[in-house]
């Protein structure tokens, strides 16, 4: 078969390519540049020339033709300016839910397509996993529950998962660390990238500020409306973060956000205080069929535990979730994904 990989660098998709080539099939790399270098150097270290240093030297060493793409025209207008817009209007938006289907499996996959007709399959080193069912794909959370990236795939269509494979869905990533160590990959002991979809190094926060800059503003306590410290920017902060207050006396979680009066507001109580277990998402996509109202699994953000509730769908591709229990950290633009039994993908929305 012959595939592209989509090639980071990283110990994940250096693995991923190692075993497409030892199966025998036909693989030509590419390398994804969507950072352009003057934005790159306000946030320091440019992360994506490491990157690439790492990818030439694995394709040298197996023997794999390499192609670099350029995408930063399109991944600052489909992932970047979005994001900014939604930090700025309150909203907690996924840029690597963005880069995945848009950019990887989007803009990237028509120019591979395009320019490598003979290409059957795309490839990159998410630990997730395809099942075919009667001629219907659907994708399924990884063997690695820990590492699984199945909430950050969740918006790819039934046309992109038929495209698709994951070399390490069912490995575990101590398999994948000695595996790269005992095949001598230059990326065996490099460190997981931990920054925003293809940005690596660069803080988050260091990200916004070149952006939306800072705007001091107040840290307003729930129960009592009293005015706890200040804070640099409204968009700095998502609901249900613990760290980066400054405040004594707590724990204290972001509860909420004020983006008219720029406030936040904390909170000392625990979970099931201020928790939440009814909210409803929208912009649902069905990735390998419509499903009906029923209890199933969930997840909210990317981790390795499931959520139970049940699913309530309405009009205008909306849907009403109860989970079983209250959970803090429910906030407006996040994903919410809905799994079957089998662990498999079948909706994903943005909660309201």
Not at 109 to 129: D, L, N, Q, R, V
Not at 285 to 302: A, M, N, Q, T, V
């Amino acid at each position: 078969m012959k595939i592209a990989h989509l090639f980071s660098g990283g110990v994940d998709s250096s693995v991923a390519l190692a075993l497409l080539k030892k199966a025998g099939h036909r693989v030509v790399a590419i390398y994804l540049k969507i950072w352009n270098e003057n934005e790159a150097q306000n946030f320091g270290e440019c992360a994506w020339e490491t990157d690439l240093d790492f990818v030439e030297k694995t394709c040298e060493k197996l023997k794999i033709p390499l192609r670099v793409f350029s995408l930063q025209k399109e991944y600052y207008e489909k992932v970047v300016a979005e994001m900014i817009a939604e930090l700025a209007a309150g909203r907690t938006p996924n840029p690597d839910i963005w880069c995945n289907s848009r950019i990887k499996f989007a803009a990237a996959a028509e120019k591979i397509f395009a320019e490598f007709p003979e290409i059957e399959k795309i490839s990159t080193g998410h630990y997730a996993k395809i099942l075919e069912k009667n001629g219907t794909f659907f994708l399924q959370s990884a063997r690695d529950r820990k590492k699984d990236q199945s909430y950050f795939l969740s918006r790819l269509s039934q046309k992109n998962l038929s495209k698709i494979c994951f070399p390490i869905g069912d490995f575990e990533k101590s398999e994948i660390r000695k595996t790269a160590e005992k095949w001598n990959l230059p990326a065996a002991k490099r460190p997981d990238s931990q920054g925003i979809c293809f940005l690596g190094k660069f803080k988050f926060r260091d990200f916004v500020r070149n952006y939306l800059g800072e705007k001091p503003g107040k840290i307003i306590e729930f129960e009592t409306g009293k005015i706890l410290g200040n804070h640099a920017g409204f968009w700095f902060f998502t609901i249900g973060q613990r760290g980066g207050l400054g405040l004594s006396g707590g724990p204290f979680f972001v509860v909420g956000k004020n983006p008219a009066k720029n406030e936040i507001i904390v909170s000392r109580e625990n979970p099931e205080k201020i928790g939440k277990k009814t909210f409803e998402i929208s912009e649902i996509l069905f990735p390998s069929g419509e499903i009906s109202d029923g209890k199933y699994f969930l997840k909210i953000r990317h981790g390795p535990d499931f959520l139970t509730g049940k699913v309530k769908f309405l009009k205008k591709n909306a849907a009403q979730i109860s989970l079983d229990k209250k959970i803090r950290g429910l906030a407006a633009g996040q994903s919410a994904v809905i799994f079957d039994a089998e662990k498999c993908v079948r909706a994903s929305g943005f909660i309201r």
